[in-house]
Every structure is written in structure tokens, then in C-alpha cells.
Nanobody, 116 residues
């Protein structure tokens, strides 16, 4: 079992920055692939960024060049640095962990609101 807790969301003006964190309660964090998703009101949950257990990263086109995903395996934490935020980045951001068996685990989400 993997438990995930996100933090770092909040209200920010367009053009500003936020850093989200997601800390896992798990015996071994380094084997997990980690990802961030987001869900705006009335919309489906969309992929934002992913980092493999080897450190390879992938980004959605809408955030590439503005967001950076990283991980600290000693702290069992994955981060999402969000720069040049836009109104359309407003959403609840969710952390997801995928284990070696392909099981997915989700956090409770953290709200990011960007004012225009």
C-alpha cells in the first residue's frame, strides 16, 4: 500500500509560481513511478507530468517549459515546480504513484487557483 499526501497548493496571480509536494508513506519509494495529474471543475482528470523511478521525465504539451517534475527518494517526495502560471492552470492537482505491478495510488489532491 502507498499513501500519498500533497501540499503546496494555493492562490497565485497569473505569471507567478508555486511548488507542489507529494510525500509517500511507503517502505521503498525509489521503485515507484510518480506523476502529477490535474482536474478542473467539470473536466476530466488530465496528465501533467511524470517521472520514472530512473528519473526520466515526460510532460503534457500544455505545461512543457513551464513546469518541472523532480523527486527526492531520500525524502520519499516528488515535486512539481510550476512557473509562469496561467488562469487555465487552475485545478485540483493530484499525485499518483505506480508500483512494479502496475497498481496506481492517488493522493487527496491540492487546489491551485490562478487569478487572471
Amino acid at each position: 500500500q502507498v499513501q500519498l499526501v500533497e501540499s503546496g497548493g494555493g492562490l497565485v496571480q497569473a505569471g507567478g509560481s508555486l511548488r507542489l509536494s507529494c510525500t509517500a508513506s511507503v517502505r521503498v519509494f525509489g521503485i515507484l513511478h510518480m506523476a502529477w495529474y490535474r482536474q478542473a471543475p467539470g473536466e476530466q482528470r488530465d496528465f501533467v507530468a511524470r517521472i520514472t523511478n530512473g528519473g526520466r521525465t515526460t510532460y503534457a504539451d500544455s505545461v512543457r517549459g513551464r513546469f518541472t517534475i523532480s523527486r527526492d527518494d531520500r525524502r520519499k517526495t516528488v515535486y512539481l515546480q510550476m512557473n509562469s502560471l496561467k488562469f487555465e492552470d487552475t485545478a485540483v492537482y493530484y499525485c499518483r504513484a505506480t508500483d512494479r505491478d502496475g497498481n496506481n495510488y492517488w493522493g487527496q489532491g491540492t487546489q491551485v487557483t490562478v487569478s487572471s
